[in-house]
DNA sequence: CAAACTGTACTATATGTATAATACAGTTGT
DNA sequence: ACAACTGTATTATACATATAGTACAGTTTG
């Protein structure tokens, strides 16, 4: 079963926060073929959020080929290993650009952005 | 006069992002204090976006005390030295914070993570 | 079989974001 | 003074996002 346990809400839609947050999962390797997705009703609960809220992230992972709906049953993952790293590689392609362009904006240097990153790192670990 | 050239549209609301932008301006020391802001319509021309729009970004920041509006004249920057450094402290912890809790949801490791941002630094430089 | 769950669909409502058009009073520059 | 600009305010429209409630057919489980 797919566990939304790390989920932290953040900026944005929150169904755009939840297709990330599987995506972000699976290029992790934390979730594989064949996991099961939790029922829209049941995230809709956990999150508290809108059961149709849950609809569109489903139905988005869904057009997007990373989960499989039967009606009735319980939505599984279908991601394999090329999959995997083209998920991973568009997502960090987006975040390290992201980052970047943002710190260099604010006249940050590349020897101070990683003192920023790594102080960061470590409060956390 | 203040200047948009680097100003790049990204995701979320555009109000935002123009707030972003002038403090993230203010952060690197690109903007100071008495510097001009181009008129509402001038900026919204500009950037291709609804003179509203901007003006709801510059009313956040009348708001917030980053800039000074006279009815008829243009706006002004106030920021000293102390709301500088309030406003980089700010934004370089929320977003450091970000990118570092989203490299590691994807297991990213540290190193990882610094040869990525190297990376992307040297590819815009 | 039957109850409980599942995906899916639909209507309605509220708020946020962005656009469009207009208006008016204050200032700036010639 | 006068034209051209400025900030500010208003109304209307459209789309995106999120919630609320309801409904129905397919499946899973006891």
Chains 1, 2 share one sequence.
Not at 34 to 63: A, F, H
Not at 98 to 103: C, I, P, Q, R, S
Request: negative net charge; aromatic residues 6%; proline residues 3%.
């Amino acid at each position: 079963m797919v566990s939304f346990e790390k989920f932290i809400p953040g900026d944005g839609p929150i169904y755009q926060q939840i297709v990330l947050y599987i995506k972000r999962e699976i290029s992790a390797g934390n979730i594989c073929s064949d996991d099961e997705m939790p029922s829209r009703r049941v995230l809709s609960s956990l999150l508290g959020v809108n059961p149709n809220t849950v609809q569109k992230s489903y139905k988005i992972l869904e057009d997007e080929g990373i989960i499989q709906s039967h009606s009735g049953a319980k939505s599984l993952i279908v991601s394999d290993e090329a999959m995997r790293k083209k998920i991973r590689t568009e997502l960090l392609e987006a975040d390290a650009k992201n980052a970047v362009a943002t710190l260099k904006q604010m006249g940050v240097s590349k020897n101070e952005a990683f003192d920023l990153i790594g102080r960061f790192w470590k409060e956390e670990d």
